[in-house]
């Protein structure tokens, strides 16, 4: 008999498409725009920032990421010339920031906050207005060329409802939006942004990043701290990850978001995959969980899973700290994909293919290796009822049960009747209820010794 194969997952996961800035800069080889060169930066003998260096190129937008402290605005402010570094170079077109004049840097270069000032006695267009004054002389007033660029500014970043009002009237979100728009004024070739969707709701968050990824194809620069892995990974053209003042990673965002380096910048552990709609990475953070029952003894759960039935549940036991095998799953099956993205073992069949006897020996296995085995509210027809019996010489079970089991009977009666002869010793209803089930049944002591 050939042994039949037990699919694990994909240890790395494939480069992803770039929605908004099509995974690659206006210039990919084009000339660097900015670089921080071994950047270090001390306060009261802390090191913010330890030895960084960031390049980008024209048209490049770079994602700084990381955890609360890192050393990302700090780095910001340091590439923007707001902080002097103790050691390094920052290198603005080829030229040392350090000998530019703040005019010519800003000239060049815009910033936008992370926290907007409230400006308190100006309205939403002096202050727009205000990233004129680079390009004027000392005593020059705006003239109708300055309130065009910043008029257009406000409409890129629909902030013209609003523009005779007092900035300290505003809420936080708008606010945001002007200080966006007062940079756009500027017209720079490089745009630093801190967290620049701070304060913004969903939609806004989606329009302010769509709005940089044009800037980018039109050749300006961007280098921003974001919070949202998501939306960096989605945005960005690269990643810079960094912890403690220090670059863990630095690449596309699949050599960067990877649950290894998520774990050493953040502290925990996390399942990256690609979106379905967009192609993007996203990143599912793992349950605290994972923390309190780190220590499972090594106690191993199979799951009786199809149709979506399952995915929940591995996902909460692997947040429990669960060893996690699955049934025989077809291709395309939502299981199937949870499976992958959670690093459990599954027997692999084609789609909507019957279990023969190799695929059913497999699948005992696997279920042979297992302290418990949880019973999802899976339909049962011709194709997978050999998903039960591969199970049925087992001694413990826990289900999970809405609703009766009739309603998902396909096979005239055979899986009801199977089903019922199971030593079920639990039955859940949510898979949260299934993790505490587990850990109620399966003493943390048992581990793979205790298994027949």
């Known amino acids: 008999m050939a042994q039949q ?31 921080a060169r071994d950047i270090v930066y001390e306060i009261d003998g802390a090191r913010l920032v330890d030895g960084v260096n960031v390049a980008a190129r024209r048209g490049e937008f770079i994602g700084l990421i990381g955890p609360n402290g890192a050393g990302k605005t700090t780095l910001l402010k340091t590439i923007a010339g707001l902080l002097r570094q ?31 000032p409230f400006t308190f006695g100006f309205t939403a267009l002096e202050v727009v207005l205000m990233g004129r004054y680079p390009h004027m002389d000392r ?18 970043t629909e902030t013209e409802a609003f ?14 939006r002007v200080f966006v728009a007062r940079a756009l004024a500027q017209e720079p070739r490089v745009l630093l942004l801190d967290e620049p969707t701070a304060n913004l709701d969903v939609q806004y968050q989606l329009k302010v990043l769509d709005l940089v990824s044009r800037l980018t194809r039109d050749g300006v620069t961007a280098i921003a701290a974001v919070h949202d892995l998501p939306l960096a990974a989605r945005y960005c053209h690269r990643l810079v990850l960094l912890a403690r003042g220090r670059v863990v990673a630095d690449g596309l965002a699949h050599e960067v978001l990877t649950p290894a380096n998520i774990e050493a910048a953040f502290g925990v552990r996390a399942v990256v995959y690609p979106d379905p709609l967009t192609g ?21 759960v199979h799951v009786v899973c199809g149709g979506g039935s399952g995915a929940r549940v591995m996902y909460e036991l692997r947040s429990a700290g669960y060893e996690v095998t699955a049934c025989v799953l077809g291709a395309g099956d939502t299981d ?62 826990i289900a999970v049960e809405t609703g009766p089991f009739d309603r998902r009977d396909y096979t005239g009666g055979k899986a009801r009747a199977l089903y019922d002869s199971l030593p079920i010793a639990s ?9 505490d089930t587990v850990a109620a049944l399966v003493p943390e002591s048992v581990g793979t010794e205790s298994r027949r």
């Not at 000998?99 to 926290?115: D, F, K, N």
Request: charged share 25%; proline share 8%.
């Open 5 to 35: 194969q037990i699919l694990k997952p994909c240890p790395e996961v494939r480069p992803c498409p770039v929605v908004a800035g099509n995974g690659k800069p206006a210039s990919a080889d084009g000339p660097v725009a900015v670089a």
């Open 86 to 116: 103790r050691e390094g170079t920052v290198w603005l077109e080829g030229n040392d920031l350090a000998g530019l004049s703040p005019a010519e840097i800003a000239r060049t270069m815009a910033v936008i906050p992370q926290l907007a």
């Open 139 to 156: 005593f020059q007033v705006e003239g109708d060329a300055e309130r065009r660029a910043a008029l257009n500014a406000m409409r890129l």
């Open 163 to 176: 523009a005779q009002r007092p900035v300290s009237t505003l809420s936080g979100g708008e606010r945001q």
């Open 280 to 300: 993007a990475l996203t990143v599912s953070l793992v349950g605290p969980r994972v923390s309190e029952r780190k220590a499972a003894g090594g106690a191993r």
């Open 336 to 397: 199937r994909r949870a499976a992958d993205i959670l690093g459990v073992s599954y027997v692999p069949t084609p789609p909507f293919g019957e279990i023969d006897d190799d695929v059913f020996e497999a699948h005992r296995a696997l279920a042979k290796a297992a302290d418990i085995v949880v019973l999802c509210e899976t339909p049962f027809g011709r194709n997978n009822i050999r998903n039960l019996e591969a199970v049925a010489d087992r001694e413990h079970f």
């Open 427 to 435: 039955r859940c209803a949510t898979p949260e209820a299934v993790v």
